[in-house]
C-alpha cells in the first residue's frame, strides 16, 4: 500500500437523524464507512465530542484531520456556521470552512450550508447536500451544466450552472408521504412492513399527478380507491409516492439529464419517475458526500 | 306554543370524530342541540344504540322518528349505507333512506352517503355533508345552480346544478395542515395555543400559492422564513394555513357566488381566502345539516 492509500481524512455527514464517517485515503479512497443512528437531535446534552470520539474509536484519529457537513452546523448543532448565498464555486465553500475548538491536534472543520431566495425574495437552505453536489462535481461524466435532483426527507433540485451551484428549491416529499400514511387516514388501511415497488401502482400515480384537481384532492383518491377495493392495500403506498414524487418533479423546470443522488433504492424510484415524465435521468454512485469532503479538504490544504 | 314547535323529529349528524343531536319541531326549528365527542370512532365495542339512548336522556325520544347521516352509516358505524351516486336529486336521498334494526315504536334511519367518479374513474366519496347540502339547497337565497364549499378535515367543493347535487371533489387540507404543525418539523417553531388570525401572514400564504414551485416546495417556506427571522413564530400557522388553502381553493374551476359551510371562525377564513382570490363568497347558516335532515324526514313522512 502506498502512500495514496494511506488514511489522510476524515470525512463526516453529520445530519439532523443520522452520522456517517469515512476514513479517507490522500487520493481520496474510503478506507472505511461507518453510521449510526446518532444524529443531532439524538446526541444527549449536545455531546457532540463525546460522541465523535466514540465513534472514532479504532481509528488513527489523532493524527488526521476532520472535515464534517450537514446539521451540524446548525443553531442545534455543534457550531452555527453561515449559510453561503448561492451562486456558489466549489472554491468558495473552501474558503469559507469553520473550525470548531475543540483542543485536539488536528483540527475540526464543519462547511457552511448553502442558501438560495427565489425571485419573491423566500429563502430556501440546504446542510450536507453541497458535500454531495461538490462530489458530483468531480464525477468523471459531469459537465459544468447540470440539474441534480437529491430526494430525501426535504427533496433538493438543484441548478448548476458554468461550473457553479446556481439555486436550488426544497420539496417537502418523504416528510409529507411519512406524515399521511404512518398518522393519517391513508395509513389506516396499509399493510405494515417493507414491500417491494409496485410499479403499477406507482406509475398510475405518477400520470394522476399529472391529471387537474390539485395534489390535496389527488391523495384523497389514496384513502377512496381502496375504500371501494380498486386499489389493493399493499399498492396503496406506492400510488401516493407516485402523485407526490409526480407533482414535485413537476413543479421543476429541467434541463437535459438529471443526476439523481440517494440510497440506490430512492434513487431508482426517482429515476424511474423521471422516466414516466420524458426526462432522461439516472442515478449516481454512493459516498458523493465523502468524495466532496474530500476535494474541499485537499483543495484547503488540510489533509494530512 | 303551536302543534308546529311540538318536537317532530331527532336529527342526528353522527361523523368520525363528533355526535351532534338537534330536537326538531314539525316546522323545522332547532328545539334544543347537543354535541359530545363520541364520534364512530370511540364508541366503545360498537355500542351505538347505548350511545345514542344516552345522549337522548331527556327528550321524549321513544316518541319520535330518528334521522341520522354521517359515518354511522358506514362499514365502521351502526349499519353501512351504499353510496348514492352523482348527479343526485333531493328526492333521490329521501327515497334512499336505510333503516336501523332498532325494536323502538319509532324508527331511526340513516341517510346515505355520496359518490362521484371523476374523468378518470377515481372515485370520491362523501357522508353527512350532503344533508348540510339538501339543508343551503333549501336556503331562501339559493339558487339552482350553486359552488358550495365545506371546508374541515377533507374540504368538499360541490357543483350543484338545475337543483341536483352534480359532482365534487375532496381536498385533506386540514388533514395535511394538522399533521405538518402537530408532528411534522414545521410545527417545532410554532407557539402553542390559539390565536387570532394573522390576516397579513394569511394574505402572504394565499399569494404564495399562486406562484410557481409547487404545494411541496412552497410549504418548505414556513420552516425557513422564520428560521431566518423574516416570519415571526405565531404567524407560522396562518401563513401555513395560506398555502395550503390557496392551493385547494385554485384547483377547483368556481362559478358565481360560493357558498362556505362551516363553524363560524374556519367559514370566515375561507370567505377571506376566496375574497384574496377575488371569487365571491358568503359564509351560509349553521345549523344546515340538521335543516337538511328534517326536509328529508318531512318529504319521506316520517315526521312526528
Redesign the interface.
Known amino acids: 500500500m502506498g502512500r495514496g492509500r494511506d488514511p489522510a481524512l476524515i470525512a463526516v455527514d453529520w445530519g439532523t437523524s443520522s452520522l456517517r464517517l469515512y476514513l479517507m485515503s490522500a487520493d481520496g479512497a474510503v478506507l472505511e464507512a461507518r453510521e449510526a443512528a446518532e444524529g443531532i437531535m439524538n446526541v444527549a446534552a449536545g455531546d457532540f465530542a463525546g460522541t465523535l470520539t466514540r465513534r472514532l474509536a479504532g481509528w488513527p484519529a489523532d493524527a488526521l484531520p476532520i472535515l464534517m457537513c450537514g446539521m451540524i452546523g446548525s443553531r442545534q448543532g455543534w457550531r452555527e456556521v453561515p449559510y453561503l448565498d448561492c451562486p456558489v464555486a466549489p472554491a468558495d465553500l473552501g474558503r469559507a470552512l469553520a473550525a470548531v475548538e475543540s483542543g485536539r491536534g488536528r483540527g475540526i472543520w464543519i462547511l457552511p450550508g448553502l442558501r438560495w431566495r427565489?425571485g419573491?425574495g423566500?429563502?430556501?437552505?440546504m446542510r450536507g447536500e453541497e458535500a454531495q453536489l461538490l462530489g458530483a462535481l468531480a464525477d468523471p461524466g459531469a459537465g459544468a451544466d447540470m440539474d441534480c435532483c437529491l430526494p430525501g426527507t426535504?427533496?433538493k433540485h438543484v441548478r448548476i450552472a458554468a461550473g457553479r451551484i446556481l439555486s436550488f428549491?426544497?420539496?417537502?416529499?418523504g416528510?409529507?408521504f411519512a406524515?399521511?400514511t404512518r398518522?393519517?387516514?391513508i395509513g389506516r388501511l396499509m399493510p405494515g412492513g417493507l414491500m417491494a415497488l409496485d410499479a403499477d401502482a406507482f406509475a398510475a400515480g405518477i400520470r394522476?399527478a399529472a391529471?387537474?384537481?390539485?395534489?390535496?384532492?389527488q391523495?384523497?383518491?389514496a384513502r377512496?380507491?381502496p375504500?371501494?377495493e380498486?386499489l389493493p392495500p399493499p399498492a396503496i403506498g406506492d400510488y401516493l409516492s407516485g402523485i407526490?414524487i409526480g407533482?414535485?418533479l413537476?413543479?421543476t423546470r429541467w434541463h437535459g439529464e438529471v443526476r439523481v443522488m440517494a440510497g440506490t433504492e430512492l434513487a431508482a424510484r426517482y429515476v424511474r419517475a423521471f422516466e414516466a415524465l420524458g426526462i432522461p435521468a439516472r442515478a449516481m454512485p454512493a459516498d458523493l458526500a465523502a468524495r466532496g469532503l474530500w476535494l474541499v479538504a485537499r483543495r484547503a490544504g488540510i489533509l494530512a
Chains 1, 2 share one sequence.
Do not use: K, N, Y
Not at 169 to 173: D, E, F, G, K
Open positions: 427565489d419573491a423566500v429563502p430556501d437552505v426535504h427533496s428549491s426544497s420539496h417537502m416529499t416528510e409529507v406524515l399521511l398518522q393519517g387516514i394522476r391529471a387537474p384537481g390539485g395534489l390535496l384532492h391523495i384523497f383518491g377512496t380507491l375504500l371501494m380498486e407526490l407533482h414535485e413537476r413543479a
